[in-house]
């Protein structure tokens, strides 16, 4: 069999090979209601005019970039809209884009698909989330961040604690069984009982997953001003570690599992999408903005939507950017990337992946994280200890 393109003018070189099949879809939508002041992620606030054309354009770049993917062993058995806000979009838009994908493109059968949308508080009622539910998502992830109104304010989200409560309270009745919720530690002027708080508060919902991540501050945002200013102070390192240690403690009693370094779910409920990336498989990106990676190459499309609508609309290229990885360059990834995971990596899994054996080829380096308590070896795994979880930035920068 020769290879196909499987992509929406695919750039160069970037033709899905039979046996290295896709199984992941992710769709960007780009728009939010207000632009929160630590965030980098592409998004835009006061473009919803622009969402009809959006909408018209990634219907045709799914329907196009399927047809022209020729790999028959192509399942898709994870799909997720992201943001920016999905839910800002009308929800008959989200239940049809939904729909589009799963005409166009070949999946797994019904009970191994998982399909999630990310939501934030006050953007969705009872209703809405009803209607998609019953469009096929089964995966609700709400954007909660924190259950306390001064950290909110501060944080600058357009939602209350109650929002929040009153969205996962309509998600269980719309029938969502797995919902995440997103919250974050580590704010300027967050105590460590403030942040005990904050996930006592999500975990008394009895949500499935949550993702708990400590705020970081991002150059280019308002924040990443207001900290070189002096106007923003962010807690000493030592409570934002005495967080984590909390975070440990009360997760593990209310029966969450810890498996990667900032996510955490309960037996089955680990997102399937995110495993997808921590082990460095190929996906699919769809939407203005967004990142895909296929046969080898990494490619982003243009966050232009009035371009992205136009190129699509004539069949021209839409990447911005595209970057095509080598075989060490993978392997490197994909050690970094399944670190972050609490079941580490497999040796003899990357030799065969990618003939080269980790030990060798980190060698003293290696060593010397294992000696310092940082990285675990037993047999066939590779795992970071808990204290290399704690310092995970400075070993993956050791190995990058
Ligand atoms: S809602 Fe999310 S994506 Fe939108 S600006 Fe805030 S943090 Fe960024």
Redesign the pocket.
């Known amino acids: 069999m020769t290879a196909q393109p499987c992509l929406t003018n695919p750039p160069e070189g970037m033709a899905i090979h039979p046996k290295r099949p896709c199984s992941a879809l992710y769709l960007h939508v780009p728009f939010?209601?207000?632009?929160?002041p630590?965030?980098?992620?592409f998004?835009l606030?006061g473009k919803n005019h622009l969402q009809p054309l959006y909408a018209k354009a990634v219907s045709m770049q799914i329907r196009q970039t399927a047809s022209n993917c020729a790999n028959e062993s192509c399942r898709l058995e994870t799909i997720f809209f992201g943001?920016?806000?999905p839910t800002l979009l009308p929800t008959e838009t989200l239940a049809r884009l939904l729909g589009d994908c799963l005409n166009a493109f070949p999946v797994a059968a019904d009970k191994k698909l998982e399909i999630t949308i990310e939501a934030?508080p006050a953007t969705v009622d009872k209703n809405d989330l009803t209607i998609l539910r019953l469009a096929g998502f089964n995966r609700l992830s709400i954007?909660v961040?924190s259950l306390t109104e001064l950290e909110l304010a501060l944080l600058?989200?357009?939602h209350t604690a109650l929002d929040a409560r009153q969205t996962f309270s309509d998600a269980r009745q719309a029938g969502f069984t797995n919902i995440n919720l997103d919250l974050m530690y580590g704010l300027p002027g967050q105590r460590i009982a403030d942040w005990r708080y904050n996930l006592e508060q999500a975990l008394a919902l009895a949500p499935e997953h949550l993702s708990l991540y400590e705020l970081t501050i991002e150059e280019g945002t308002p924040f990443a001003e207001q900290v070189r200013r002096g106007s923003l102070r962010l807690p000493a390192e030592e409570d934002v570690l005495a967080m984590l240690e909390e975070t440990k403690t009360l997760v593990r009693q209310a029966g969450f599992r810890r498996y990667e370094i900032s996510n955490y779910g309960r037996s089955g409920f680990q997102c399937r999408h995110n495993i997808n990336y921590w082990q460095n498989r190929s996906y699919i990106g769809l939407g203005p903005g967004a990142v895909g990676c296929l046969n080898h190459t990494r490619y982003t499309a243009t966050k232009d939507i009035e371009q992205f609508a136009e190129h699509i609309a004539a069949g021209k290229p839409i990447w911005e950017d595209e970057e095509h990885l080598t075989k060490e360059e993978r392997f490197r990834e994909t050690v970094i990337m399944g670190l972050r995971m609490t079941s580490g990596i497999s040796i003899a899994g990357l030799q065969k992946r990618f003939g080269i054996d980790p030990l060798a080829y980190y060698g003293p380096t290696l060593d010397r994280l294992i000696r310092q308590g940082l990285l675990h070896h037993d047999n066939d795994h590779l795992c970071l200890t808990d204290r290399g979880l704690l310092l995970a930035n400075m070993v993956m920068a050791e190995l990058v």
């Not at 939010?32 to 929160?36: A, F, H, T």
């Not at 630590?38 to 992620?41: D, L, N, R, V």
Request: aromatic share 10%.
């Open positions: 939010c209601l207000q632009k929160c630590y965030c980098s992620f998004s606030a943001g920016g806000t934030n954007g961040q600058g989200r357009p």
